[in-house]
């Protein structure tokens, strides 16, 4: 089974409207992070924004806001006021485990992505 | 500013050669990684290192080696390059603990291999 899913292949917005790009996640382990990323055209992987799984409120950085879920086991990712710079590739992962612990997993898993186009 | 940096942006090389990419990191992060990322299968983990002259495998390590001499630079090397090597290579840092784990990626390196 995947750990990461991401099940929009293409989304379409249209500029300054607001988009979620769905993440759902599959995990056993109480302690997890889960981040999202942005690639370009360029190729080049950004770092947008990070939840824990015991991080109470939800992530937000900027426009981006994550909508947590642990319940349902979902991590969306919400941009809001879309731009045209905003069109690129959207990656989910997560890191299982605790690094903190000596025991964790420091490797992400991703998911195949989202390409998201925002339309003038 | 994390800086992450990768030799070549682009690179063609002929079956057969020895094949190094170069990831360099000045963030003084303890962990580095390398990624290979194709189209509809996403990245997927090809070694790691959490210290220095330390690695561990990835989900797909074959045909790959990597050194780790300093703890700013880590090499990928490709002792036989072939043809289904032809991909898109991430190098990757992290520190640890939290959200300070968050991987930090270089611009990558479109490899090639005739």
Known sequence: AQKITQTQPGMFVQEKEAVTLDCTYDTSDQSYGLFWYKQPSSGEMIFLIYQGSYDEQNATEGRYSLNFQKARKSANLVISASQLGDSAMYFCAMREGNPDSGAGSYQLTFGKGTKLSVIP | ?114
């Open chain 2, 1 to 114: 500013d994390v800086k992450v940096t990768q030799s070549s942006r682009y690179l063609v090389k002929r079956t057969g050669e020895k094949v190094f990419l170069e990831c360099v990191q000045d963030m003084d992060h303890e962990n580095m990684f390398w990624y290979r990322q194709d189209p509809g299968l996403g990245l997927r983990l090809i070694y790691f290192s959490y210290d220095v002259k330390m690695k561990e495998k990835g989900d797909i390590p074959e045909g790959y080696s990597v050194s780790r001499e300093k703890k700013e630079r880590f090499s990928l090397i490709l002792e036989s390059a072939s043809t289904n090597q032809t991909s898109m290579y991430l190098c990757a840092s992290s520190t640890s603990g939290g959200a300070l784990e968050t991987q930090y990626f270089g611009p990558g390196t479109r490899l090639l291999v005739l």
